[in-house]
């Protein structure tokens, strides 16, 4: 069951995602080559709790971390660890907060230094899938109709759709219903209703769309090795459009 969210609700979730997006701003300006990414897990825990909320990942189905760090092949749920970040890779950075009951959610995927050409592609491709999907998210749609427009946007860039990883609703739980695929048909899926609270998350990969568990037992990688890249926000829909709750 999709629950709807009163706007005073939403108000606290735009506080959550607010807080959220500082964090994140703050630790992206440390990912640089060398840095592991253990430095980078406990920065964003330290200020998560400086601001008075709490990491929503650490403990979540016994993940030891605050922040997922997917480097390269690992799309999503990479544990921090120290491992140091290098000069061509891509960083994904996966980080949610726990803030006066709500939870909200965003990831971004960085290069690091001079990346490989198609790998900046690959980036700019699934930061646009998101933007595309976010202008589908309104009143009168439907969660197809967001799932259709990334997976074609997608596949025309030439890159392949992660398709059993998925977005999410959120409010007082990380997981809510419904899930958002990021492939399907038109018209298809729940109508959106105002007070839905949902992320959208693309995961897009160079070769095939095969994965497999990491060895850590909590990431997921390309089957084939190849690059991924995932970008993602809360969101909340209103009378006036759809507000993207994890902006600054």
Known sequence: MISIKSRKEIAIMKESGSILASIMKEV?????PGITTKELDKLAESLILESGAKPSFKGYDGFPASLCTSINEVIVHGIPSKQKVKQGDIISLDLGVFYKGFHSDMAV???IGDVDPEAKRLL???KKALKRGIKKARIGNTFGDISNTIQRYIEDQGF???KELCGHGIGRELHEDP???N???????P????GMCFCIEPMLVIGSAEIKK???GFGFETEDGSLSAHFEHSLAVTQEGCLILTSL
């Open 191 to 194: 109508k959106i209703k105002e």
């Open 183 to 189: 492939y399907g048909k038109r018209h298809s899926g």
């Open 28 to 32: 992206k300006k440390r990912v640089e």
């Open 179 to 181: 899930q958002i695929l």
């Open 109 to 111: 995927t960085l290069p």
């Open 214 to 216: 990491s060895k850590d």
């Open 124 to 126: 700019k491709a699934t």
């Open 160 to 162: 392949n759709v992660v």
